[in-house]
């Protein structure tokens, strides 16, 4: 792109402001920021234009009532884990990682997927997802395609980490690494916030990205290709989610869902889960910030919440169903933040008070174009305790402390006796690698074969 048609399109645009600095910048820096100009979605920019106008995404019209659930029966549960099985074995099951956040609440330098997590080992996010995937793929003796979504901001230092662990003892040649798409902010008049005389401020697009990207990047063509059917989903601060757990794979498949979704029961009317919806006939997630404390608080005739499940984004998607979404345009939502910001004389501020608008696509927006879909209920001390904060709820103590209670009460089931304190809670800190077991009947089989472990201190088995 020269300067001429950059000056032109931004002129139509509106946004000729970027080229502001122009006289000033060095060769390198001209040609970096005419990249830049190169690369932005005016589309998309047309679009949070608007909707900065509106100043409010589209109103939603008819009531929401809670989406029904399914609570498997032990019978139901067998037929479905053998149907999911039979899909794992025949190599028809991919796993996706959404891992292009910021991870701004936690606050760590890096991929938030780098961060040490493992009680025992200290071992990374990253290790908990990717060794279930190696579990899968040699309990089922099939090779299980893991696509990993990283952004500009963390896209290296991802791979970096794949690569330093040795890709976690996967084949390299499974693990597929795509980028979702970067978006500008736009300050209250709709123009588009430079950090830099000769940068634009860029963020991730949101987890709905993923969609685009998928496409954009060939992973979706790669999935067709490799003649998957079904692709779990989850997010890369939950390390007790089980993976493609075969149940829920079975499940999808038995009902022919587009979607489904794990549920599970809030912890308490004001966690910050979004709850699955039938409003005018479709589904839909409402936010935890659309509901009014009234609404949170609303009980049932039983005493229990009327919006009694959240989602935790563990998700299903049947691959035609993510092929014909990633077709579709999802709704931009649109958030008042800080954003650093270049003055007139080049300097760069952070301010303290929100100055812009960041712009996001979610995944859950498919939800209303899905004609069936299942919202299975889950346990969620089993399966969802996500790193979110530094400290309090929802951070890496509360999730080391679920990851260990969770491996106790495995190794409990599995006859091993885990001393524990008055409440409960194990003395010591256990782990186990999930290339190891992956579910207490691994566990039982895998400690069936040695002797018994010592616990007189922290435990942590792994494979060798
Ligand atoms: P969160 O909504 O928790 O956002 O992402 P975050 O960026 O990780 O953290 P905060 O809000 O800045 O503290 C939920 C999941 O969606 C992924 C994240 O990596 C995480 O796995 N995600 C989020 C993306 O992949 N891309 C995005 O643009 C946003």
């Known amino acids: 792109m020269t300067y001429e048609d950059a000056a032109q399109q ?20 001209r040609r970096r920021l005419l990249e830049q100009i190169a690369l932005l979605d005016f589309a998309a920019i047309r679009r949070m234009r608007a909707l900065l106008e509106q100043r409010a995404a589209g109103v939603r019209h008819g009531d929401a009532v809670p989406a029904d659930v399914v609570e ?4 139901e549960r067998a037929a479905a884990t053998a149907r999911g099985e039979q899909e794992l074995r025949a190599g028809k099951v991919g796993v996706l990682l959404v891992a292009g956040g910021q991870g701004s609440r936690l606050g760590f330098e890096g991929p938030k997927g780098a961060f040490p997590i493992g009680p ?25 395609p893991f696509y990993i979504m990283t952004s500009d901001s963390n896209d290296a230092a991802t791979r970096a980490c794949f690569a330093e662990h040795g890709f976690f003892g996967l084949d390299a040649g499974d693990v597929c690494f795509f980028q979702q798409g970067m978006w500008p902010a736009l300050d209250p008049r709709g123009r588009v916030i430079m950090d830099a005389p000769d940068h634009v401020f860029m963020s991730p697009d949101g987890h709905g990205g993923l969609l685009s ?51 599970c029961a809030k912890r308490d009317p004001q ?34 919440l009327y919006f009694r499940y959240g989602s935790v984004a563990i998700h299903l998607f049947a691959l035609p169903f993510l092929r014909r979404e990633a077709e579709t345009e999802l709704p931009l939502h649109m958030a008042h933040k800080k954003i650093p910001v270049c ?21 859950f927006d498919v939800l209303p174009h899905a004609d069936t879909l299942i919202n299975l209920v889950f346990d969620r001390h089993d399966e969802f305790s996500p790193v979110k904060n530094a400290t309090g709820p929802d951070s890496p103590a509360t999730c080391k402390r679920d990851l260990i209670a969770k491996w106790a009460r495995w190794l409990t089931e599995a006859g091993v006796e885990v001393p524990r304190g008055a409440d409960g809670h194990p003395l010591m800190p256990v782990e186990i690698d999930p290339a190891f077991a992956h579910s207490p009947a691994s566990l039982r089989a895998r400690l069936a074969r040695m002797s018994p472990p010592d616990l007189s201190g922290p435990l942590w088995l792994r494979d060798p």
Do not use: C
């Open 120 to 144: 025992v080992s200290n071992a990374v996010l990253f290790h908990f997802h990717a060794r279930k995937v190696l579990a899968l793929g040699r309990a089922y003796g099939a090779r299980l």
């Open 10 to 29: 931004l002129r139509a645009e509106e946004q000729e402001h970027l080229l502001r600095f122009w006289k000033t910048l060095a060769e390198e820096q």
């Open 213 to 263: 990207a998928l496409a954009s990047s060939g992973e979706l063509a790669d999935m067709e290709r490799r003649g998957l059917s079904t692709i779990f989903y989850q997010q890369v601060d939950n390390p007790l989610v089980e993976v493609a757990d075969p149940a829920f794979v079975g499940l999808h498949l038995l009902r022919g869902a587009d979607l489904s979704i794990k549920v």
């Open 343 to 363: 003055d007139d004389h080049g300097h760069t501020t952070t301010p303290k008070a929100p100055n812009g608008y960041k712009f996001e696509k979610f995944i």
């Open 72 to 75: 498997m029966l032990p019978q």
């Open 271 to 304: 966690e910050g889960l979004g709850v699955v919806v039938k409003r005018d006939g479709r589904y839909g997630m409402v936010e935890y910030t659309e509901l009014t404390d009234e609404q949170k608080q609303r009980r049932r005739d039983d005493g229990e």
